[in-house]
């Protein structure tokens, strides 16, 4: 079905081409296209705006910088505007089709956004869908952060509708959904674990990364496979004019990126590493037993292209990363992501545009433990997901009110779940799961359509099918009381690949944009997404060592619908942006464990899952100034996420553990001079639901925790709360080599946000238990970098 649908809407699709460009002909319509870049780098410049006047006729640039626009034979001046950017003008006469690139030049030290005709960009109005948020490089790197060290995810977190479970856990929650239900993907290559050090850092170089877009809401067709977001990172292609290198030496690691021209204006290439010191730093102060420890991460982010011609170009890039800890000989502990991506951009006209990505991505761990005495035990554990993919997908600028967009996806998935060896004076046990294997393909069709000047819609469906492959062993279990775990019926040895079990799932792709007074805009969306992988966790936070798993004869793929609404608006005289959507989420399917349920290296692990449904629903407001001296935002959210699994909770709704009732974020950044820019970042929210005991049993004497309500997260921890501060000094900018001194403060305030909490025995007495506040940050923490570029 997929496969028909993609050779229909391709055939489709060239076939109005065709047919349109004879029509344009006939009609002395012509054609303009390009590409807009940095004047300085050569780098394409994502979602810049070109304006065709006395029309007014506006078109955006797409992923790769790419633009389309068609009008009658006659003058016009074109004027090509982005954020932080001078102004260009052109005065052109058309008289034919027209290729014309534009680079732009930066607008300067003092970042003030042009204005055009009186009226300046609305970001969030270029775009039809709603739940999107956009971070430059630039406006990373302004943002305070942990130990002064720009950071993609933590930006996020400053965004409404994005937390986390609590400080130095790994991933985010988005909109009441757990980590796994975001789809993060650099240059198309899925990554799956987005942490450095246990959540404190992500794995992304902001010295590599050129544009992060998150859609929470009414994704676009393209994208499929999770249901809560989508955040799409493309890295920087690299300078095509000249050679530069630039880094930074911060209190926790140090880092180095280079980039240049392989051959001028056609390729060039950037390089980017980092690595952490920590265990370095510490070495003096350990015991001298426990000075070969190690703490520490690395990465390596590169990326190449070329322009083979007018209409080829192709790109190639690749990230390597690990995160390795050790206490001495016993313990080794490491964990990390690897992906490559190679792409294809080829025009088959000025109005038809092909992005090919072949991609890889892998994510593994290892875990071992060593005796120190002469009994030689020891415990090795290792576990790894791979992901082949392929995704063309094909653009056509239609006219000036029609942009199309088609393509498929295909995916296959290699899942080992692990292989545990234990072992004892030369004898050796082996625990060895076997490997999973699934297949996704999806075919999607989308169109962007500029209905007339106050209204715009986007539609679109995609159609997905996956597969649980065999070359494994099924399970079939018997049913039972709910929360109990399943007993097995039988095994079945499936020798071949053929499809275990599949399903098809239709999934359709709404926004509406509609202008009702000048600069103010109401937007509605709908999106159902399906999701087919599932990270089994049942700790509060996702840890490096959780499992990817796929749907299974035993675990249906999970299903979410969602509405929104909302609307922006820029108010005639105010530099400012203000914003309100709402959410609705209706969740199936979603996965849930049975009490103490068993999931490392069980290769029964699915008789201990089970399934319930899902609803989140909430309100986020923002206001957001992004010119002038003073630039920032403030946003807040309100939201409820809950869950009712049958047998969990007494069969009831109970909270999410992602559940944040309440959340503001406030991010201020001022630029005094030209020598000094300081910014804060305030964030509050309330704290996560929890399960705590409420009475206890005593067992020969011993008291033991008890819960007998059988509630889940019926609890919460306190509030969360911290400031963050930073001052930027720009250090001694010469002729060949530029500097700048970061200083910050993480949590001025030095409170104890609790991660946990947890009760163990009086000291005193121990028939009594007390609870004890787990704070991962319990002061404030200073940091200084030095930054360089030559």
């Not at 676009?220 to 249901?227: K, N, Y």
């Not at 095509?240 to 630039?246: D, E, P, R, S, T």
């Not at 109990?484 to 999934?507: G, H, M």
């Not at 000048?518 to 999701?531: A, D, E, I, L």
Request: charged share 20%; hydrophobic share 35%; proline share 4%.
């Amino acid at each position: 079905m997929i496969r028909q649908l993609m050779r229909f809407s391709i055939v489709l699709t060239l076939l109005m081409v065709f047919a349109l460009d004879a029509v344009l002909a006939q009609s002395g319509k012509y054609t303009i296209s390009g590409y807009v870049k940095d004047e300085g780098s050569g780098e394409v410049l994502i979602n810049a705006t070109v304006t065709m006047q006395p029309t007014g006729v506006a078109v955006m640039t797409n992923s790769y910088g790419y633009y389309s626009v068609t009008l009658p034979a006659g003058k016009y001046t074109m004027l090509i505007t982005y954020s932080g950017y001078k102004t260009t003008q052109k005065e052109i006469e058309l008289k034919g089709n027209t290729t014309i690139d534009v680079s732009l030049p930066t607008s300067g030290k003092d970042m003030q956004e042009v204005v055009i005709t009186g009226e300046r960009k609305l970001r969030r109005t270029n775009t039809v869908g709603m739940g999107i948020q956009q971070l430059s490089a630039a406006q990373i790197k302004k943002i305070p952060s942990f130990m002064g060290e720009p950071d993609v995810v933590k930006a996020l977190l400053t965004l409404p509708g994005v937390t986390t479970v609590g400080e130095g856990s790994s991933g985010f929650n988005v909109r009441g959904g757990n980590v796994d239900e975001n789809l993060i993907i650099m240059d198309e290559a899925p990554v799956y674990n987005s942490s450095h050090l246990l959540g404190f850092f992500s794995v992304f170089n902001p010295d590599a990364v050129k544009n992060v877009t998150m859609y929470k809401s009414a994704f676009p067709a393209e994208f499929g496979g999770r249901t809560s977001s989508v955040l799409d990172i493309r890295m920087k292609e690299g300078n095509n004019q000249q050679y530069h290198v630039n880094g930074g030496i911060g209190n926790v690691f140090s880092r180095l990126a280079v980039e240049g021209p392989i051959q001028k204006d056609k390729s060039s290439f950037v390089v980017a590493a980092r690595r952490s010191y920590i265990d370095v730093l510490a070495k003096p102060f350990l015991k001298k037993s426990d000075r070969n420890s190690t703490m520490y991460f690395y990465d390596l982010t590169a990326k190449l292209n070329y322009e083979l011609d007018a209409k080829n170009t192709i790109y190639l890039s690749g990230y390597f990363g690990q995160d390795v800890f050790g206490f001495g000989d016993q313990v080794k502990f490491k964990w990390g992501n690897t992906t490559g991506t190679f792409r294809w951009n080829h025009l088959f006209n000025r109005k038809l545009f092909l992005n090919t990505s072949v991609y890889y991505s892998k994510y593994n761990y290892s875990l071992s433990f060593k005796s120190n005495d002469d009994v030689q035990q020891g415990y090795d554990w290792t576990s790894d997901i791979q992901t082949y993919g392929v995704k063309p997908s094909l653009t056509w600028y239609a006219s000036n009110k029609h942009t199309i967009k088609t393509g498929v996806n295909a995916i296959y998935y290699n899942f080992y779940p692990g292989k545990g060896v234990a072992s004892s004076q030369g004898a050796k046990n082996e625990i060895i799961l076997d490997r999973r294997y699934g297949a996704e393909t999806a075919a999607f069709l989308e169109d962007t359509w500029k209905l007339n000047p106050k209204w715009q819609i986007q539609a679109g469906v995609r159609l997905t099918r996956y597969a649980y492959l065999g070359n494994t062993t099924v399970y079939h279990y018997r049913d039972t009381t709910a929360n109990i775990r399943k007993p097995l019926d039988y095994a079945e040895n499936v020798t071949s690949k053929k499809p275990v079990n599949d399903w098809v799932f239709f999934e359709p792709r709404l926004s509406l944009r509609y202008e009702f007074k000048k600069n103010t805009f109401f937007k509605v969306g709908y999106s159902r997404t399906t999701q087919y992988l599932h990270l089994l966790s049942n700790t509060a936070s996702p840890t490096p060592v959780d499992l990817y798993f796929p749907s299974t004869n035993n675990i249906k793929p999970s299903l979410t619908d969602q509405y929104s609404v909302g609307f922006v608006t820029q108010p005639v005289g105010w530099p400012v942006e203000i914003s309100v959507e709402t959410f609705y989420k209706k969740m199936d399917d979603l996965l849930d464990y049975i009490d103490n349920a068993d999931l490392n290296l069980n290769q029964f692990v699915e008789a201990d899952l089970l399934t319930g449904k899902g609803k989140a629903y909430g309100v986020e407001l923002e206001v957001k100034k992004d010119i002038g001296k003073w630039q920032g935002w403030v946003n807040y959210t309100y939201s409820r996420s809950r869950r009712k699994t049958p047998g969990i909770s007494n069969n009831e709704w109970y909270l999410s553990r992602f559940d944040r009732t309440h959340v503001l974020n406030s991010c201020v950044m001022y630029n005094r001079n030209e020598k000094w820019q300081f910014s804060a970042n305030f964030t509050f929210g309330s704290g996560t639901p929890s399960t705590f005991p409420d009475s206890r049993l005593d067992i020969q004497g011993m008291p033991v925790p008890y819960n007998s309500t059988n509630k889940r997260n019926d609890f919460r921890l306190p509030a969360y709360h911290r400031l963050d501060v930073s001052a930027t000094m720009q250090g001694r900018q010469g002729k060949k080599m530029k500097q700048e001194w970061v200083f910050g403060i993480y949590n001025l305030y030095a409170h104890q946000n609790a991660y946990s909490i947890y009760f163990q025995q009086n000291k005193d007495e121990p028939q009594k238990k007390e609870a004890i506040r787990l704070s991962i940050i319990g002061s404030l923490i200073p940091s200084v970098t030095w930054n360089f570029k030559f």
